[in-house]
């Protein structure tokens, strides 16, 4: 129905009891250009006395006058008919600008508007999960499911995909129907498109991410300076050793040659891993299986440091869609950076701590240590490209740029404690709303076939 031919709000005997009240307010009028037909614009006024000064009539009287009459108002007070409100609804319901589905008990679609039909495609009886996000059973953390529990109106942001097979990213509020005996036979969730945000988020870290790159050159080429240093004093004591014939000092040459080779293999890999923006392998993963792989990988390390590295994993955290090999690297990352404080740490027990757990639906890691600890001007420059506090010989600086571009691939955050002498707690945290999700059968085939290629 066009909005022309909608129905008026008013009746054809309600407009004609409006004109009927207000042509009789006229002629009641005691102004002589009421009476005699004259123009209702005529100026009026009244004099007073002999000065012929006109006269003002009190402010309260012509409020008086100007108030409509209680009939006129009862007249004009009226409800819009049945079809009218339908009609009314029906467009409301089609030209919100944004997805509204109806899903009852079952997790099925019932009801549609226009745009969520435009934009997921056919949708009649089918569950919300395979419209959505073209899965074949219901989602791990369904918010529909909690809000039928419980009755509550949540917020969510969720990653499906559109009925052309592309990602789609979205804002759904999930409100109950609440029936007047206290059931919930149908929840409502309005989805608000903001895939466009998502791409613009990912290109501002991409440029932070190439700018960074860009900003490091000095920085890549100091480093690799040193190690070249290293390289050339290796070889020194090798062919030193060799003019001599002392075996002792070749091999001290030859371990100085090998530990440099692999600093120069960890820094390509750790820069390469920064630079390329490589996307993260989603898959089902043990986030406790994952920490205790990390604290087996260093267990032998701590020990001969005298260090005590503990584990605190708690029991029952669910698989979670993850780049394991990305974790591992920052977990190991912060693993790391910990031994390496805790040793030149005058502390008398020296520890690090790596634990798991989840909470409210956030799956958290924290490495925490008792060591030298970090001052307001190093805290400033964590994050920052190329800055290591492990002096030439070891750091590259990269370790927590790289960490922090995975968590936040993850859609987690990272933050820290430090304290000087006391220690530091550096904290990744990741709501499982937010994790990504693995990518279909069709995507990871040409995923793999994409990486042939370029091999």
Known sequence: MLPRD?????????????RRSWNCRARSRASPCWNSGGSARRPFTAT??????????????????????????????????????????SELFNQAPMCISVIDRDFRVVDANKLFTETFGPWNGQHC?????????????????????????RV??????????????????????????????????????????KKLEQEKLEAERLAAVGQTVAGLAHGIKNIIMGLEGGMYVVGSGLRRGDNDRVRHGWEMLDDNIKRISAFVKEFLSFARGAKAQVAPADPAAIARQVIDLFRDKAALAG??????????????????????????????????????????????????????????????????????????????????????????GLGLLTTRKIVQEHGGSVAFESEPGAGSLFRLAFPRDRLPQPPRQEETRESEQQTQAAQ
């Open 6 to 18: 909608a129905p008026c709000g008013c009746s054809s005997t309600t407009r004609t009891a409006c």
């Open 48 to 89: 007073s006395g002999s000065s012929g000064r006109p006269k003002r009539l009190p402010s309260g009287r012509l409020r008086q006058r100007r108030r409509p009459d209680r009939p006129l108002r009862e007249a004009c007070e009226v409800s819009m008919p049945e079809s009218f409100k339908e009609w009314l609804c």
């Open 129 to 153: 999960y395979a419209v959505y996000k073209d899965r074949s059973e219901r989602c791990e953390r369904c918010g529909a499911a909690r809000t039928f529990a419980d009755g509550q109106t």
């Open 156 to 197: 969510r942001e969720e990653q499906g995909v559109n009925r052309h097979g592309v990602p789609y990213y979205y804002v759904v509020h999930l409100v109950p129907i609440i029936h007047p005996t206290g059931e919930i036979p149908y929840v409502i969730e309005m989805s608000t498109d903001i895939t466009a945000v």
């Open 307 to 396: 260090i005590d590295l503990r584990g605190e994993l708690q029991d029952g955290v669910a698989p979670a869609p993850m780049d394991a090999a990305g974790i591992h690297t920052c977990l190991a990352n912060l693993v790391s950076n910990a031994l390496d404080a805790c040793e030149v740490s005058d502390q008398p027990e020296r520890r690090v701590t790596l634990s798991v757990r989840e909470q409210d639906g956030v799956i958290v890691y924290e490495v925490a240590d008792n060591g030298v600890g970090m001052d307001y001007e190093i805290k400033q420059k964590v994050f920052t490209n190329f800055f290591s506090t492990k002096g030439s010989g070891k750091g590259t």
